[in-house]
């Protein structure tokens, strides 16, 4: 008890703060609160308005800096183990972007060519194209051969830059 009072401290105005503002783990525990609170937020639409809450220990930014410890840096983010259950101890970790679209399987999408299927992620790697211009190919109704198989010109549409 005695370190959540050091953690908190009385601004000017007389409001309980927590030490945390600006910092990229305030950032992320805004970013969840915001998300699964809050109806006009952008996200909201994917996470509150679909039943994904945040446990009520984690509304005091202490206590989820507390059991889920600083993030480690800028290319971690909030990722929930269980997507079907809460912001919550036990089933949150800080995980890369990356590592994350890898097990959500409404946003991956798969591509076959010459027998293999990879999702466009792992494409680009394997290819030395960017997923974006692979994505912006599909987009515009490009063939998964064609997409893949079709160098970049280095700049402009649907190239690497």
């Not at 007389?14 to 992320?28: A, D, E, P, S, V």
């Not at 507390?66 to 183990?81: H, Q, Y």
């Amino acid at each position: 008890m005695r370190l959540l009072f050091i953690i908190r401290c009385m601004n000017l105005k007389g409001n309980i703060k927590h030490g945390g503002h600006g910092t990229l783990t305030y950032m992320r525990w805004k970013s969840m609160m915001q998300r699964c609170n809050y109806p006009k937020a952008a996200n909201y639409k994917y996470y509150g308005a679909l039943g994904i809450k945040v446990c009520d220990r984690w509304h005091d930014y202490a206590s989820f800096l507390a059991d889920m410890g600083e993030c480690p840096d800028r290319s971690m983010t909030l990722d929930r183990i269980d997507n079907t259950k809460w912001y919550e101890p036990g089933n949150c970790r800080w995980i890369t972007q990356a590592a994350q679209n890898k097990h959500r399987p409404s946003h991956r999408v798969e591509l076959t060519h010459n027998g293999e299927t990879h999702s466009v992620t792992e494409w680009a790697a394997i290819i030395g194209i960017s997923a974006n211009t692979i994505n912006q190919r599909l987009y515009v109704g490009w063939s998964a051969e064609k997409a893949l198989t079709t160098p970049p010109r280095g700049s402009g549409r649907f190239g690497d830059r």
